[in-house]
């Protein structure tokens, strides 16, 4: 079975500072996929960014990017330039060939003026 | 395009009532899945519809149950209600393609209060 797990359950980061949130996740396969979403007060789940795990080239969106570490099962988001409108719960998710998403608890960013 | 919708958007049940949830996906997507989402558990998958079958199920009780239409619309019931149902009950649509990268647009949530 797939796991994820986030160890931050809270962040917090100054207006236009960087922030780094971590995810690690287990599984024995060997081709799947990974994402961030962010869930606002709104609770719409949003779309951060991924990462297919046969790409060694870390994604990048805009302001958003990520460090995949293959071996050690690591997947983290860094967010630059952090705006008040970055405030939300992150979550890292899994997927394998099918459309099932494993999520992790979350992390809740607060992005301070 | 317009995004996933579902309906209704707040929904307070008694126990022992049964509850049906709609979803309908982005135009031309095929899959669905349901997701429920409580302080406890976080988020965790109920099932995935494609083209009229349902092709994954998570660990959840009989009492949880889905289906979807020829548009792809679908529907999500839970019966005999218990407390522990309260949740926002999330839906996913995709082009839904087995093996692919396909990303997954969440709509807003139905928050399903038991009393």
């Known amino acids: 079975a797939q796991t994820v797990t986030q160890s931050q359950p809270e962040m917090s980061v100054q207006e236009a500072e960087t922030v780094t949130l971590s995810c690690t996740y287990d599984t024995s396969e060997s081709n799947y996929y990974l994402f961030w979403y962010k869930q606002p007060p709104s609770r719409q789940m949003i779309l951060v960014i991924r990462?297919?795990?046969?790409?060694?080239q870390n994604a990048t969106e805009n302001r958003f990017s990520v460090n995949f570490q293959k071996a050690a099962k690591s997947f983290s988001l860094k967010i630059s330039d952090s705006q008040l409108g970055d405030t939300a719960m992150y979550f890292c998710?899994?997927?394998?060939?099918?459309?099932?998403?494993?999520f992790g608890e979350g992390t809740q960013l607060t992005v301070n003026p | 395009k317009a995004g996933v919708t579902q309906t209704p958007r707040y929904l307070i049940k008694t126990r022992g009532q049964q509850v049906t949830l709609s979803c309908s996906p982005i135009s031309g997507h095929r899959s669905v899945s349901w997701y429920q989402q409580t302080p406890g558990q976080g988020l965790q998958f109920l099932f995935e519809?494609?083209?009229?079958?349902?092709?994954n199920k998570g660990n959840f009780p009989g009492r949880f149950s889905g289906r979807q239409f020829s548009n792809s619309r679908s529907e999500m019931n839970v019966s005999t209600l218990e407390l522990g149902d309260s949740a926002l009950y999330l839906c996913a649509s995709s082009l839904g393609g087995t093996g692919s990268s396909y990303e997954q647009y969440f709509g807003p949530g139905t928050r399903l209060t038991v009393t």
């Open positions: 519809y494609f083209s009229e079958t349902q092709r």
């Open positions: 990462q297919e795990a046969y790409k060694q």
């Open positions: 998710a899994f997927r394998t060939s099918g459309s099932r998403l494993t």
